[in-house]
Each structure stands twice: as C-alpha cells, then as structure tokens.
C-alpha cells in the first residue's frame, strides 16, 4: 500500500512528487512507531510490536529507495512526453508552414494562368485587328473617288472593329477648321447635315489632334467628360483621335469613338495608327 501511495504522489505531483511522498509518509510511520512505543497507541496483539528504531530507519530507506526508483522513471516518462510535446509542435509548424505554402503555390498558379488566359486573349485580340487592318486595306485601295472613299472608309472601319461611330474630319483650305466629312452612325450623319466642324487646336480632342499631329484618347471621366456633351452621339464612352498626314502635314484626324469604357489602351493606339497611315495614303492617291 506504501508503495502505490508513493507511486501515486509521482504521479500527481511529478518526478519530485514521489520523493516528497516517501518523505512525509516516512514521517507518518515513525510517528505511529513513536505512539505505539509510548503506548499512546494500544494495539491488539504487543507481541509483534516493532521496535520504533529499527523499523523506522527500515522502513523510511525502502520508501526512499522506492521514492528514488520511481523518481528516475517518473523523469524518464516526463521527458518522454516532454519531447513529444516538442515534436507535436513542430510537426504543428511544420503543417501551418505547409499549408501556407500550398496556398501560395495554388495563388501563383491561378495568377499564371489568368495571365496567360489575358496573354491569349489580348494576342487574338491584335490578331483580328491585323486581320480587319488587311481587309480595310483591301477596300479602301479599290476606291479612286474621294467622295466614294470616305464614306466606304468610315463604314468598313466600324464593321470591322465594332466602333459605334467613325468619323473623318479633313482640314478646310485655310486651315482653321477641322470639317467632318465622312462617318457612319446616325448621329455621325446628322452631323454631316448641318456641316460640323471644330477649330483646330481649341474644339474637342479632333481639334487638339488636328492641331499638334499627335493621337488622343478620351474617357467620359475626370477632365475628359467635357469631350462627351454631344447630345448626338449619346452612347459614347471612350474616344480616339489618329491624325492624317501626309508626307508630315497634317490633312485631317480619324474619330473612332465606342460605347465600351476605357475600350482603348496604348497598344490599340500604336495599331489603329497605321491604320490611319493607311487611311491618309488612300485620301492622297484618291486627290
């Protein structure tokens, strides 16, 4: 019984626990050593009363050496489970950091292939704008008559690229004024009825383009909303201007206009610009 308390002390109260145990329990049989001497304590049969001395020391050595037995194991197991704590730790980290690097992983790999689905997009996108700068090339070189080309020009381009308005303005003699000439949409026509025409370098983003031979493109946001007041192109969101010239002397500016926001970027620009070039060479060979 001794010895499952003293195991049981180790258990509860740690590797110490034992030693203590064995200790204070040395102490209690010694005490009742002590009482039975002193006939404090009568027992039921005085023949095999222990001599208080003798058992006492006896009995104290055999709890301590129990106490030390158990010490050593109870220190043995608490390292144990000291080390697997550790490892259950790590090994917690260690998943933690995996987890995070799988999540990492599966985002680069998502990024990539929205990339790459944006890389294919945008290459088929240049390609039908080759594919429509061909085509227009095709048939605005077939027409000799002015008169003939502009319109044919204005209409094939927004075919072509699916632009709600296309208009051509061509400078007047005294170059003052940027005049529309040809273009495809209703509003486009309207225009051409009451002879429209802006100032070159002060009216709308044709008259900044006329002016400096550089392109423009407008958004219906911030300081560009001005741009789009005109009540007979309502739908337009995004604007662009490509001027004409011809051997460096600005002869007009090609309008393209879409409902779509921000529907034109720097590469349309560059691309749609040859087109442009396109454009004033046929208006030189057709004059």
Known sequence: LSGAVIVAGGLLLGPRGSLITAILYGIKHILVLFLIHNKLVVIANPSI?????IDGITTFIAYFMIAIVFGLASNSIYSALTQVRQSEAKLTVSNQQLQELTQNLEQRIQQRTTDLEEASALSEKRARQFEAITRISSTITSVQNLQELLPRISEVI??????????????????QYAVLSAANSDGGRKMLKRSHQLKIGEQGIVGYVTGTGKPRVALDVGEDIVFFN????????????????????????????SIEPNAFSVEDVNILSVLADQVSLAIQNAR
């Open 158 to 175: 927004s075919r072509q690229f699916g632009f709600y308005h296309v208009g051509i303005f061509l400078t007047d003699a005294s170059r």
């Open 230 to 257: 005109n009540p007979d192109l309502p739908e337009t969101h995004s604007e662009m201007a490509l001027p004409l010239q011809i051997a460096g002397n600005i002869i007009g500016a090609l309008d393209v206009q």
């Open 49 to 53: 009363a222990p001599t208080p001395a």
